[in-house]
């Protein structure tokens, strides 16, 4: 039995709450040529800009180096980092050579960054991302330039996708028609990856396959990734962590050449870098009304960004506004390069306004750049007790205001060179000769690498 309650007079009815305003539809991205209006910092100054224009032509009709689909799975691999479900190692060369060269080292540094990644998991438990600088870090920003080698005073070596490292006044040229030969370098190397992805799938799992190598490369191209899985990262197999495959990047420094291989994805319609999977920013060209971070903004793949002691929590959260408007998860990478003697003082300031400002990035740590000396004899190195300590520092800065270290981003060799001191390197100077084979700045070698790792992986166990 129900009860009534009469009421003398019947109140009048609310009035109907206002319809909610629909949301406001989200900024489109700038146009992806939007950068050629801005101030580009650090292009190479072509003598030639009509073979400009034909070098972009050719690689706006050339074969993409990624795909879409691909930079996707890294996105979604990234937002694992940035929950601290997973840990970025992003590792490779300084500078890459182009040609042949280029090519061979692409064993050493595959075979190096999957140990130092099977290291760090095992240690800690949980997948490691996987990220070359490798199949197109062919371009390097300068401070000058121009450099005194011999006493000839000549333009400064910019990366072979710009001149030549050779000391002679006609090699430092720029010339454009190099950056065609930088794309099939990355391809060649590219290729490389796929067939070492399949070397190792097929020793995980024993698949008895077509040997890929007799295949054309766009008849396979891409397709292992679409069949394994765990791609670009280490998973969990027979009791262990084994890794398969590298995800690639490189510094997006010469827009004349990223711009030629910008694609339109027909099924969401946003625009791609598919030159590499990750593209960064450095911190001679982040400036947030630049035209990097405007051609950096225009595309879908996730990016990253280098932060120095210099950057002004105001400017981060500028840039980071420009780059994440929407705050997505996995977008923004922002990489620290701050010294071992600023980490501690500039990290916890920048990362506190990023994290009050709302975006969701991954923190990686860059022990390298900011450590880097120069000898009497005018060889660039890096202390390995430096490279440790700011690795350690920016541990320490995470930790303490609960946040994930999410991972480090380091100059690898691949080889058994002598470019950084001490730990496994030279004990002095005198010993940087004996191996040095840099193109630019100075490499980790072998053991230096898994040295960090086993730090890495110490320091992650500790937390």
Not at 285 to 294: E, L
Not at 324 to 340: E, N, Q, S, V
Not at 375 to 386: E, L, N, P, V, Y
Request: net charge negative; with cysteine; aromatic share 4%.
């Amino acid at each position: 039995m129900s009860l009534r309650i009469a009421h003398p007079t019947p109140a009048p009815p609310a009035p109907a709450p206002p319809a909610p305003a629909p949301p406001a539809p989200a900024a489109p991205p700038p146009p992806v040529t939007e950068w050629r209006n801005l101030p580009a910092e650090q292009q190479p100054p072509w003598p030639d800009l009509d073979a400009v224009v034909q070098v972009q032509d050719q690689l706006a009709l050339a074969s993409a180096l990624t795909s879409p689909a691909d930079v996707r799975r890294l996105g979604s691999a990234l937002v694992h980092v940035g929950a601290a479900r997973a840990f970025l190692l992003q590792a490779g060369d300084c500078a890459e050579p182009v040609g042949a060269a280029g090519l061979t080292a692409v064993r050493g540094k595959h075979r190096v960054i999957g140990e130092m990644a099977e290291l760090i998991s095992s240690h800690c438990d949980l997948p490691t991302v996987t990220v070359g600088r490798i199949a197109g870090q062919h371009a390097k920003p300068r401070s000058q330039s121009e450099e005194t080698v011999d006493g000839q005073v000549l333009p400064v070596y910019r990366g072979d996708m710009v001149n030549a490292h050779t000391p002679e006044a006609a090699a430092r040229v720029p010339d454009p028609w190099r950056m065609l030969t930088a794309y099939t370098t990355a391809r060649a190397v590219l290729n490389e990856l796929h067939l070492l992805a399949h070397e190792r799938a097929s020793a995980l799992h024993r698949w008895h396959t077509a040997d890929v190598r007799d295949l054309p490369l766009r008849a396979w191209d891409g397709s292992l990734r679409s069949v394994l899985p765990d791609y670009g990262q280490t998973s969990r197999h027979d009791g262990g962590w084994r890794h398969t495959g590298l995800w690639t990047s490189h510094e997006a420094l010469v827009l004349d050449y990223e711009q030629g291989l910008v694609r339109r994805d027909a099924h969401t319609g946003e625009h791609y870098l598919l030159s590499t999977h990750l593209p960064w920013i450095g911190e001679r060209t982040r400036r947030a009304d630049g035209a990097h971070v405007a051609f950096l903004t225009a595309v879908a793949n996730p990016v990253a960004c280098k932060v120095g002691p210099r950057t002004s929590p105001e400017a981060l959260t500028q840039l980071c506004a420009r780059l994440d408007p929407h705050r997505r998860p996995g977008r923004l990478t922002l990489i620290g390069r701050f010294g071992a003697g600023q980490v501690r003082e500039s990290l916890p300031v920048l990362s506190e306004a990023v994290r009050a400002a709302g975006h969701e990035v991954v923190w990686a740590c860059d022990p390298m750049h900011g450590n880097t000396v120069t000898t009497a004899d005018g060889f660039k190195t890096r202390h390995m007790s430096a490279v440790l300590d700011e690795i350690t520092g920016f541990f320490e800065v995470m930790y303490g205001s609960g946040q994930w270290p999410g991972g480090v981003h380091l100059e690898i060799a691949g080889d058994h060179v002598t470019e950084c001191l001490d730990a496994d390197g030279p004990r002095n100077e005198a010993g940087l000769g004996r191996a040095y084979r840099t193109l630019c700045d100075p490499r980790l070698n072998d053991r230096q690498a898994l040295l960090a790792a086993q730090t890495v992986s110490e320091l992650i166990v500790k937390g």
